[in-house]
Structures are given as C-alpha cells and as structure tokens.
C-alpha cells in the first residue's frame, strides 16, 4: 500500500512509465532509488507487488454506477433527517384515513339510511296515524275527503324523497285534526273602554259601507283563543285573539241600538264552532269578510 501511495505521489513519473515502453524493471529501480533517499530499504517483491496492485487499481475507490440499490443504500443513510418528518406524515395519513373509513363514511351511511326510513316508513306512518284519527273524529264528510287527498299527495313527496313536501303534508294534517277538535263561541266584545262594532268604506268601492261586529271566540272556561283570520283588505292571514266580522247593515243596527239601551248586549253570541265541525254555526247572519285591523 505504500508503494502505490508513492506511486501516486509521482503522477508524471507513474504516466510516463505505465504509459511508455520502460520496462517493470526500471520503474521498480527508480521506485527503490525513491525509498533509498527517504532511508528506506525496500524488497524488490515489496516494489513489483506495489507496482502490478496499481496497474489493477487494486487500492484505488472506483465510485459505483447509479442503481436503484445504490439509491435505496443512500436513502437508509440519510434516514435521520427524514424519518421524523415521513412518521408525522404517515401519522396523519392514518388518522384521515382511519377518520374517513371509520367515522365519517360510517357516520353518512347511518344518515342516509336513517333518512330512508324516515321517509319510507315514518313519515307515512304519522300520516295514516292522523288520517285516522280525523276518520275517527270528525263529523263532516269534507275533513276526511281533505285529509285522504292531502296523504296521497305526501306519500306521493315521500315516495320522491322530498322530505320538505312530506313535513307540509303532515303539519296540514295536524292543523286539521287541531281544528277539528276546537270548540268555541263566537261572541260580540262587551267590555268598558272598548269598541264592539264599526263602520267603514272600503278602498276599493268608497260608495259601499262595510258594517264590522268586533267579536272572539271564547273556549268553554270563557278564556279567549288564538285564531288565523284572513284580512279581506289585505288578503293576509293572521293569527289573532280578536277581529271584526262583517254583517249586514241590519245586524249592526240592532246590535248598537241593544248596546244604546242599557250598555249591554243582551244577544252577544254570534256563531258557535263544535268539536268534529270545521266551521262555525252563525248564529246570527253575517257576511264572508273580515278584518284584523280598524
């Protein structure tokens, strides 16, 4: 080894000699010359064996060719430096992935299927329940055409997946099967400081005179109730404890003058609404019309 690292020592002299028509002879001579000055005494086998380990390039590193093994061996070296950062991202590679097969997808199954069955089975469950119930309650043909008209249209929404269609359906069911139920009295207000009847000309006909009784409709235990009244002027419906019917001008005249009397109204009942019945019985005449405001 310290013959060839000699040799490499002397560039010029290892090409001209290698490379030239000097025998191996020579250059061991002049290699042992070399060793000579330095006070070294070298054997000639030391020297040849020197000389041919450096013609094969015996001691000399030749870098490998790129190779995918050589590619994997440089990669497991540097692993220190992006180990750490390759575990966190595996790290959050499994969490997503684990979230998303595990939780979410799981999660959006049970949603779907939940929502299937609400509107496969649920739905038209409550529907049928409360078509029954009108069935069983009312006492006019009409509830129970409307209420069989209004299932088959929100079976027809639910069958479509239109949740939105069926949840109408139902609450109008509701509604009226509420409405049926209801019993009331329509009575004329008769109460210090208020108002029981009025007059007015309408927008839309300033030479008509509308004639208006300020009524309520008042529950068995005489407790006033929330009703939705559409207002003819209009046209909204609000839900209101208060209105003014329209009757003919004849009504009024009689109900102002029973009021003028005494300050009582002796006939305060206008109209009675029973449980099964949808409308009110009038009892007194009155006129499709009324009003929320005056």
Same mark, same amino acid.
């Given at each position: 080894?310290?013959? &060839? ?8 002299? &290892?090409?001209?000699?290698?490379? #030239?028509?000097?025998? *191996? ?26 000389? +041919?380990? =450096? ?25 220190? @430096? ?15 992935? %684990? ?53 088959? @249209? ?6 479509? %997946?239109? @949740? ?11 509604? =009226? ?15 210090? #400081? ?20 300020? /009524? ?39 109900? *102002?003058?029973? +009021? ?7 006939? @305060?009942? /206008? #109209?009675?609404?029973?449980? %099964? ?18």
């Amino acid at each position: 080894m310290d013959v &060839v690292d000699t040799l490499r020592h002397h560039d010029e002299l &290892v090409a001209r000699e290698l490379q #030239g028509d000097a025998r *191996e002879a020579d250059l061991v001579e002049k290699l042992r010359k070399i060793y000579r000055d330095q006070g070294l005494d070298v054997s000639d086998a030391v020297l040849k064996e020197g000389v +041919k380990a =450096l013609a094969e390039s015996r001691f000399t590193y030749t870098a490998p060719k790129p190779s995918l093994q050589i590619s994997l061996a440089h990669i497991y070296v540097s692993r220190q @430096r992006w180990a750490p950062a390759a575990l966190g991202l595996l790290l959050v590679a499994i969490v997503g992935f %684990g979230g998303y097969f595990l939780a979410w997808q799981p999660l959006q199954a049970a949603r779907a299927e939940a929502a299937r069955i609400e509107l496969s089975e649920t739905l038209p469950r409550q529907m049928d329940s409360l078509y029954e119930t009108i069935y069983q309650e009312t006492k006019v043909q009409s509830a129970a055409t409307s209420a069989e008209e209004l299932v088959g @249209r929100g079976k027809i929404a639910a069958a479509e %997946g239109n @949740r939105v269609g069926a949840e109408k359906t139902i609450a109008e069911l509701t509604a =009226l099967r509420d409405k049926l139920r209801q019993d009331y009295t329509v009575t004329i207000v008769n109460r210090d #400081g208020q108002r029981s009847g009025f007059w007015t000309f309408p927008k839309i006909n300033t030479e008509a005179t509308n004639y208006y009784l300020i /009524v309520e409709a008042l529950d068995g235990d005489g407790k006033p109730l929330n009703l939705p009244v559409t207002n003819e002027e209009t046209g909204l419906t609000e839900t209101v404890s208060v209105w003014g019917q329209r009757v003919p001008e004849n009504v009024y005249r009689s109900v *102002e003058a029973d +009021k003028r009397d005494d300050g009582i109204i002796e006939r @305060r009942v /206008v #109209g009675t609404k029973e449980y %099964g019945f949808l409308d009110v019985d009038w009892t007194m005449p009155v006129m499709t019309g009324a009003v929320t405001k005056w």
